[in-house]
C-alpha cells in the first residue's frame, strides 16, 4: 500500500508542546500539494471580482505566501534594501496588525525580498532567510526561540543566486532543510532546540528554490528533496541516501515542489536547453529505488507549481498564455487554454485558483479531462513588482500576497 504521508494530521498534533491552540500551517496546503480542504466556496464570483475583506500596504519586499494559524495571518517582507533585515508580520483575521518582529538579514541580490514561507506547528514558527538561515520563533509574539546558520554551521560556501526559498519541512520533532554542498547536503534539526539530528551528505551541488516532501511508501518514511542538479530519496529516520537521480536545468532553477500519489513521484523543471523537463518517476521496493515511467522534455513550469486530481495534471507552461490538463499516468495532453497568462494554481471545493505571474489576475477556473473553463477573474488592485506569491485560502478567505501588499477576499457562500 503507497500512500502520501501527512504530518499536520496526527503527529504534529500530538507532540506540539504547551501551544495555545494546536494548529498547522504549511508550504501549499497540508500535503505541499497546493490542495485546500476548504467548503461552502463562492462557484463564480461578481464581474469585479470578490469582496476585499482587507487590505494591508507596508509589509515590505517579499515572494512568500502567508500562514494563517492560531487565529493569526502571518508573513514577511524586507522593509530597508539596505540594511536588508527581514520582518514578521502577524495580522488578525479582521485585518488588524496584532504585532511585528524583525528576525535578521534577509535577501536583497537578484529580486529582493523574502522567499520561504513560514511554517506553523502549534506555538512554533519556522522561518528560512533568504540569506540562508533557519529562524524558530514563538508564534505569540515572535521572540525567537533558537536560529541556525547555513554559512556558520554548516558549511555552505556561498548563498544561492536568487537567495534560500524553501519553506522548510517538519517531520514529528524533526525540521529538515536543503543547506546543498557535500557534508551537509540535507540535515535534521530538533525542532524545539536546534540542535543536529542526522545529516546526508551529497556531491557538492548547491541547493535549489524548492520545497522538500515527506511521503510514506508501505513501511518506509522518505524525505524527497533536490539539489541544483539530482531528487533524492532519503530516509526520514537516519538521513541515508536511497537513491540520486539526475536533474539538470542550465540556470539551476528548480522551482516546483515535488508532487506525489499513488506510489509515482513528478517533478517538473524548465529550462529551453534542459533534456529533464516533466518527469514522473515510479517508486520501487517501498521507495528505496526508482524508475521513469514517462518524461515531457518540452514542458516548461518554472515556479507556478502543478496540482493532481484524480488521474490529471494541471498547471501552465511559463512565460505565455498555455495552460494545461495532462494524463497523470502517461504525460498526455488533454486539454490546451490560452485565456490566461501562465501562473500559479491551487485547488479548493472543486474548482482551481490560478494567479497569472505577468497581468496579475486570479481567475477561478472548472477544469476536467473534458474542459478548461474560465468563470470569474479580476485584476490584483495592490502591490509592487513580481506576482509570484501563491494563493492561499483558509476558511472561506482568499490571500492575496503581491509584494508591499496583502489583501483577503470572501469567497464563503456564508
Known amino acids: 500500500m503507497t500512500r502520501i504521508f501527512f504530518p499536520s494530521l496526527l503527529s504534529l498534533i500530538l507532540i506540539s508542546s504547551c501551544s495555545q491552540k494546536s494548529e498547522f500551517s504549511d508550504w501549499r496546503g497540508h ?24 487590505s494591508f500596504e507596508g509589509l515590505g519586499h517579499g515572494h512568500n505566501s502567508v500562514a494563517v494559524a492560531n487565529d493569526l495571518v502571518y508573513v514577511t517582507g524586507v522593509k530597508d534594501s539596505a540594511q536588508a533585515i527581514g520582518t514578521l508580520f502577524a495580522f488578525e483575521l479582521e485585518g488588524h496588525l496584532q504585532w511585528k518582529k524583525e528576525y535578521g538579514k534577509d535577501f536583497t541580490d537578484n529580486f529582493i525580498g523574502t522567499r520561504s514561507t513560514p511554517v506553523v506547528v502549534g506555538d512554533h514558527i519556522y522561518l528560512e532567510s533568504g540569506a540562508g538561515a533557519i529562524y524558530c520563533l514563538n508564534a505569540f509574539n515572535g521572540e525567537e526561540i533558537w536560529s541556525r546558520d547555513f554559512i556558520q554551521d554548516f558549511g555552505v560556501d556561498t548563498i544561492i543566486q536568487f537567495g534560500y526559498s524553501e519553506s522548510v519541512l517538519i517531520d514529528g520533532d524533526q525540521l529538515i532543510s536543503v543547506p546543498g554542498g557535500k557534508e551537509n547536503n540535507v540535515v535534521a534539526i530538533n525542532r524545539f532546540t536546534g540542535e543536529s539530528i542526522w545529516v546526508s551528505k551529497g556531491v557538492g551541488e548547491q541547493a535549489t528554490y524548492n520545497s522538500p516532501i515527506l511521503i510514506e511508501v508501505g513501511t518506509q518514511r522518505l524525505v524527497i528533496a533536490m539539489t541544483s542538479g539530482s531528487i533524492m530519496g532519503i530516509d526520514a529516520a537516519t538521513g541515508e541516501m536511497y537513491w540520486q537521480v539526475e536533474q539538470t536545468q ?33 517508486l520501487l521496493d517501498e521507495g528505496r529505488s526508482v524508475k521513469e515511467v514517462w518524461r515531457d522534455r518540452k514542458f516548461r513550469n518554472l515556479l507556478g507549481g502543478l496540482v493532481r486530481i484524480d488521474s490529471c495534471i494541471y498547471g501552465s507552461t511559463a512565460f505565455g498564455k498555455d495552460w494545461r490538463v495532462m494524463d497523470w499516468n502517461t504525460g498526455e495532453m488533454l486539454l490546451q487554454n490560452k485565456e490566461l497568462g501562465g501562473g500559479s494554481i491551487i485547488y479548493a471545493d472543486g474548482l482551481f485558483y490560478c494567479y497569472t505571474e505577468r497581468e496579475g489576475e486570479v481567475a477561478l477556473v472548472d477544469a476536467s479531462p473534458e474542459k478548461f473553463e474560465v468563470i470569474s477573474k479580476f ?36
Open 250 to 282: 542550465r540556470n539551476k532553477i528548480h522551482a516546483n515542489t515535488p508532487l506525489y500519489a499513488d506510489g509515482k513521484l513528478l517533478i517538473s523543471s524548465a529550462d529551453p536547453t534542459s533534456t529533464s523537463g516533466l518527469v514522473l518517476f515510479e
Open 379 to 414: 485584476d490584483v488592485p495592490l502591490g509592487t513588482k513580481e506576482h509570484w506569491a501563491r494563493l492561499v485560502i483558509h476558511e472561506g478567505v482568499l490571500y492575496v500576497r503581491h509584494g508591499d501588499a496583502l489583501m483577503a477576499y470572501d469567497i464563503g457562500t456564508s
Open 31 to 54: 500535503a505541499r500539494d497546493g490542495i485546500f480542504p476548504e467548503t461552502g466556496l463562492l462557484k463564480e464570483w461578481p464581474e469585479e471580482g470578490p469582496s476585499l475583506l482587507w
